[in-house]
């Protein structure tokens, strides 16, 4: 592999309840940092027999959009094929302070996967690692 091909991994699958569908957090490495990778995609994939094919890719850059502060997909709460939809988690970027640090805040978000688009706020997390069950 040539060292300017993108690196990917998969942070998150999530099936759908018959297991014909599947929900994947695609994360990509960041180039000459070690250990660091941001997210990539949201990507919504079909089985036909043994075979898995891409049906839809939500993208990092869908996700941000216009939007003035930097957004990362950050986990998958929930899957539902039927109707197109997921709850995600997305991080939203502070503007550096001071310093120069930067903070995300965590938020679950209802997700038109069909149609590569955020919804609806449901709650901003608490804590990064809260998870949709938790209560906020």
């Not at 297991?19 to 180039?31: K, Q």
């Not at 890719?57 to 094929?81: H, N, Y």
């Not at 997700?111 to 709650?123: A, G, P, S, T």
């Amino acid at each position: 592999m040539c060292c300017n091909e993108p690196v990917y991994r998969i942070r998150r699958e999530v099936l759908d309840p018959k297991g014909d569908d599947r929900l994947l957090l695609r994360f990509i490495r960041v180039p000459d940092v070690e250990n660091a990778w941001n997210s990539d995609a949201l990507i919504w994939e079909i089985r036909n027999h043994e075979e898995w094919s891409e049906f839809v890719v939500f993208t990092r850059d869908e996700l941000q959009g216009d939007f003035p502060r930097r957004r990362r997909m950050g986990d998958i709460a929930k899957f539902d094929a039927v109707n197109g939809y997921a709850i995600i988690k997305v991080g939203e970027y502070s503007e550096p302070d001071r310093r120069g640090s930067i903070r995300a805040k965590y938020a679950l978000w209802s997700c038109d996967v069909r149609n590569r688009r955020l919804i609806e706020l449901i709650r901003v997390c608490k804590d990064p690692d809260e998870s949709y069950d938790d209560e906020g």
